[in-house]
């Protein structure tokens, strides 16, 4: 049996999944699958803070589609990034935020676990079928 990517938004204060994309196609990756779950959380909760996510979601287009949408983006960056937005000003205000304030920042990001808490959740209900 093999398995389905699955991209949730996951709220940190009552842990509600607020929207889900799941896609046994593994040639098309999670980062593909973001903004159809990005957009389910917007319709639930069109006054996001902040978007929460781990590494694999740290890129340009992400970071400027999540601040298009007047929310701040939480996503690690990887180790080689730079400042230079290339036309994604989300991914400039991200870094730059990081920066200013990393202790802050991070804070903020660590409540991304509370999603890990949730998926981990949705794992034992359905099984190693969702990834």
């Known amino acids: 049996?093999?398995?389905?990517?699955?991209?949730?938004?996951?709220?940190?204060?009552y842990k509600l999944i607020s929207g889900i994309?799941?896609?046994?196609?593994?040639?098309?990756g999670e980062t593909t699958?973001?903004?159809e779950a990005f957009g389910q959380t917007l319709d639930c909760h069109?006054?996001?803070?902040?978007?929460?996510?781990d590494g694999i979601y740290g890129c340009r287009w992400i970071t400027n589609?999540?601040?298009e949408n007047n929310a701040i983006p939480y996503f690690l960056p990887r180790s080689n990034v730079t400042f230079k937005n290339k036309g994604a000003l989300g991914w400039y205000d991200m870094l730059y935020s990081?920066?200013?304030?990393?202790?802050?920042w991070l804070e903020e990001y660590h409540?991304?676990?509370?999603s890990e808490t949730v998926k981990t959740i949705v794992k034992c209900r359905f099984g190693a079928a969702a990834r």
Do not use: A, E, T
Request: no cysteine; glycine share 10%; charged share 15%.
């Open 46 to 53: 069109p006054d996001l803070d902040g978007v929460l996510g």
């Open 98 to 104: 990081l920066w200013q304030d990393p202790q802050k």
């Open 21 to 28: 994309s799941i896609s046994p196609d593994h040639s098309i």
């Open 111 to 114: 409540m991304r676990s509370i």
């Open 1 to 13: 049996m093999g398995f389905s990517y699955v991209v949730m938004g996951v709220g940190v204060q």
């Open 33 to 35: 699958m973001f903004p």
């Open 65 to 67: 589609l999540v601040s």
